[in-house]
């Protein structure tokens, strides 16, 4: 007897893991990707079916056959369903900083607030704390997928906090291990190992994270050794992408698709992500597209700090979006999007206008902004089974309250998402098919502590930041002179209106 009822008593309990596996989203309209026109298609009161990490179904009514036993139904009337966001450039482990250099440059940045300084401040449970509130920010704004350039690799505490941060969250990180000098701590040569350790982790395994690699010094001036050995490491361990900040202009710190091509790890089968790529030239813009390499646009950090964007418009073919310092600006995909379309419509129309005529047709679509935001992010980091709802794809979805006072009244669901929707309309998450906000809350298991946890961590080193003396502007970078920009004044009258930091 008592084998046979040892396999009734498990019998059951494999049967609700099984279930509790699949989902059948009824009803929804549905912004579903076509892999074959590589554009949108929008089904109203469509249904979508998800079986363990992955959508095994998109149909335009009931879906015929039966489900797998044990299907959740879930009903979309009333609610848009769409893919989630994917952010090509963050640095998730600052989220401490929230609010704190709402009006800093990026020349202050690097002297106060980046990797350079911060771990002699920091503790690896803080980057653990900080990293992990930042992705359930990203999770509740649907972003279900981020490059980060996790500049936090300084010692292996540090890398090995932020990337358990990055498993513990859910999300699907391509978590881009930084390859720096940071003086008085590392060097680049001492993270060998380090990598090499971060690689063997065997949580990574079962995680939608995987690992990548960050790097700032393929130009102008290469070490080629160091480069060598670096490339060597990420193709022997799979890295899953290679990203790095690309800055030419004044700015100099090029990196640029000319830099890596000259060393001859450009055409390769990993992923190459330039970030921002500014000042890019019509060579490199060639060369993005003869080797199918992507640059991340991160509109509104490309604003915020002078960055700028001068040539992004002509190469949206090879280009997705990014977030970069989400503690200075939004850290939602959407906000990005919209900044980036009417940004785009913008440089177009003053171009016409320049020439003293007036615009006849708009420049850009909100189809293309939602693709840049969603399947252009995927083919940056070479993933073809996400950025889009369509059958073999992953399960990472968005749900959004389409009865909400801010949609009321939509007939195009695209133009609903991107040009009314706000985070605050996005009811539910899930990454890999699994739940990570619902009723409108984050509901990872870890979120209420990780919440409480950051709360003091914040608290401890804003306290830290707030004393610390500002440090001048210097006089010039790069061989540039560093000048102050013409500040503007709300205020009428003489004076200087610039107000008030509130830390
Ligand atoms: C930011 O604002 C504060 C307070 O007004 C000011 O002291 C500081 O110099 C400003 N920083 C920059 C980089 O403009
Ligand atoms: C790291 O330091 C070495 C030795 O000074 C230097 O050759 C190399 O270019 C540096 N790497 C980076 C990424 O700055
Ligand atoms: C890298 O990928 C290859 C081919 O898929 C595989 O054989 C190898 O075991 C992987 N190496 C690591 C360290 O995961
Ligand atoms: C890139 O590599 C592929 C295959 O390895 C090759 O067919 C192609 O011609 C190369 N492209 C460039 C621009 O080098
Ligand atoms: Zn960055």
Not at 5 to 30: C, E, H, Q, R, Y
């Amino acid at each position: 007897m008592r084998p046979i009822n040892g396999i009734i008593t498990l019998l059951p309990v494999f049967l609700t893991a099984v279930s509790a596996a699949s989902i059948l989203f009824k009803k929804g309209t549905v912004i579903a990707y076509n892999k074959q026109t590589k554009g949108l298609r929008v089904i109203r009161e469509g249904y979508v079916l998800v079986e363990n990490d992955r959508i095994t179904g998109v149909y335009d009514s009931v879906p015929p056959g039966r489900l797998p036993p044990g299907t959740d139904v879930v009903d979309l009337s009333g609610k848009i369903i769409t893919p989630g966001f994917i952010d090509t450039h963050r640095h998730g482990w600052q989220t401490v900083f929230k609010t704190m250099a709402s009006n800093t440059t990026l020349l202050e940045f690097f002297g106060r607030y980046s990797s350079f300084v911060a771990p002699f401040f920091w503790s690896a449970s803080d980057v653990y704390d900080s990293q992990l509130a930042g992705l359930y920010e990203a999770l509740n704004a649907g972003v279900t997928s981020s490059l980060d350039h996790a500049t936090h690799t300084w010692s292996k505490d540090a890398a090995e906090a932020g990337l358990n941060a990055c498993i513990d969250s859910g999300a699907r990180v391509f978590w881009g291990f930084t390859f720096a000098n940071i003086t008085g701590l590392v060097t680049v040569e001492d993270l060998y190992p380090v990598f090499r350790q971060m690689a063997a982790k065997p949580s990574l395994k079962k995680s939608p994270t995987t690992l990548a690699v960050a790097y700032d010094g393929w130009g102008p001036n290469p070490n080629v050794a160091e480069i060598d050995k670096i490339m060597s490491l990420a193709l022997e361990l799979n890295a899953s992408v290679i990203t790095t900040h690309s800055l030419q202009g004044p700015w100099g710190f090029t990196n640029s698709p000319e830099d890596i091509d000259a060393l001859s790890y450009l055409n390769i089968s990993t992923p190459i992500v330039f970030s921002h790529a500014s000042f890019l030239t019509p060579a490199g813009a060639s060369l993005l597209r003869q080797t199918n390499q992507y640059i991340s646009i991160t509109p509104e950090s490309e604003m915020h700090y002078g960055q700028a964007h001068p040539v992004s418009y002509n190469i949206q073919d090879q280009a997705s979006l990014g977030i970069d310092t989400h503690i200075t600006f939004s850290t939602d995909i959407l906000t990005q999007a919209r900044i980036w379309l009417q940004q785009t419509r913008y440089e177009r129309y003053l171009a016409v206008l320049k020439q003293d005529k007036l615009p006849g047709t708009n420049p850009m679509s909100v189809e293309q902004a939602f693709l840049l935001a969603t399947r252009n992010g995927a083919l940056a980091l070479r993933r073809d089974d996400l950025g889009g709802i369509f059958i073999g794809g992953k399960a990472d979805l968005v749900i959004w309250d389409a009865n909400s006072p801010a949609l009321l009244g939509w007939v195009d669901p695209v133009a609903a998402v991107m040009l009314h929707a706000s985070v605050g309309d996005i009811e539910a998450v899930l990454v890999d098919g699994k739940w990570m906000k619902k009723g409108g809350k984050i509901v990872a298991k870890g979120w209420p502590a990780a919440r409480t946890r950051f709360l003091a961590t914040a608290k401890r080193l804003q306290a830290v930041w707030r004393d610390m003396p500002l440090p001048p502007p210097p006089a010039e970078f790069n061989g540039h002179e560093v000048v102050a920009p013409e500040r503007v004044d709300v205020l009428r009258g003489p004076g200087d209106g610039y107000g008030n930091i509130y830390i």
